[in-house]
């Protein structure tokens, strides 16, 4: 059973910075990208940042700049550091890893960008 667990929400005020990182249970070369979504209240999940082993990561526009993904296979953990913080930034923030046609999932955390 795959599992993907996700830690380094919080309430960080404008302008400030988290890392968020995502443990997976096995080695994360097994997929074939990895990324993090978001889900704001009243909207639809959306694709944050993504990266494979194969191609240079891709950012929504949103975030360009500021967010950067990235992984670290000897621990099989993958990361999103979050600077310059946004209140537009607040959402869950959800890991996911596909696997062949298989899309997972981790619980979520929360990130509020809030003063």
């Known amino acids: 059973q795959v599992q993907l667990v996700e830690s380094g929400g919080g309430l960080v005020q404008p302008g400030g910075s988290l890392r968020l990182s995502c443990a997976a249970s096995?080695?994360?070369?097994?997929?074939?990208?990895m990324g993090w979504f978001r889900q704001a209240p009243g909207k639809q999940r959306e694709l944050v940042a993504r990266?494979?082993?194969?191609?240079?990561?891709n950012y929504r526009d949103s975030v360009k700049g500021r967010f950067t993904i990235s992984r670290d296979n000897a621990k099989n953990t993958v990361y999103l550091q979050m600077n310059s913080l946004k209140p537009a930034d607040t959402a869950v923030y959800y890991c996911?890893?596909?696997?062949?046609?298989?899309?997972?999932w981790g619980q979520g955390t929360q990130v509020t960008v809030s003063s």
């Open positions: 990266i494979t082993s194969v191609s240079s990561p």
């Open positions: 096995g080695s994360i070369l097994s997929f074939n990208a």
């Open positions: 996911n890893g596909d696997r062949s046609d298989i899309r997972y």
